[in-house]
């Protein structure tokens, strides 16, 4: 069981880590464009519709992995708190009346908006020459299943901490710097680090 959660695990963080790259490519549109406007004096009417689609491929297409890594905002004021199975037994309660449901409509909803879309052909109108949309919207139902696929493991990983009284382990990605252990590995102590910033102060001008 742990391996194929932790596979389905890998599935979300690699589809995280390849839509990531969008976060590039719309760096670069954007940049190009505002270049493109102000040198050269030829804005491209579908920039703008290319600019919001991707940015919303991304987040969409993030949602998965961010569960996976358990990222999404939640209130820890008193989360943090509780026992592990206490944890699990309100993260539990939460994915079966409120997430289940709404990815489900999420999926099915999208499903019918991308139907249409590739249906009729449909271009974006807020130009005359509007990118096609039909490709966008087909993100939704796809974002939509592996949000539901990693609720589906994050229920299961609840069902065995309510079962083994802890969490059950997560597929390792890039994490904060933990800065007190990066001292340590650097032999660096908090009283060296206040010499330095006392040298550079006084060598600065007017000091």
Known sequence: MQKLLLFVDKVSTWIGH???????GLTL?????????????????????????????????????????????????????FTPRV?????????????????????WAGYNYAAESWAINEHSNITSEGPPVYPFKTIIPLAGI????????????????????????????????????LKEMVHVKDEDIQKLDSLITRREPGK
Request: net charge negative; hydrophobic share 55%; charged share 20%.
């Open 18 to 24: 390849a839509f990531s790259w969008f976060i590039v």
């Open 29 to 81: 549109l954007i940049s190009w464009e505002v270049f493109s406007r102000y040198v050269f004096d030829h804005p491209h009417a579908w920039a703008f519709d290319a600019m919001i689609m991707m940015y919303g491929t991304l987040f969409m297409m993030s949602g998965a992995y961010t569960l996976a890594k358990n990222g999404h905002v939640r209130g820890d004021v008193l989360y943090g708190f």
């Open 87 to 107: 944890q699990a037994g309100l993260d539990l309660t939460l994915y079966i009346v409120f997430f289940i449901p709404g990815v489900v409509a999420l999926a």
């Open 146 to 181: 592996f949000l539901l696929l990693q609720g589906i493991v994050e229920i299961i990983r609840c069902i065995i901490c309510l079962k083994q009284g802890k969490w059950p382990s997560r597929e390792e990605d890039v994490e904060e710097v933990d800065v007190d252990k």
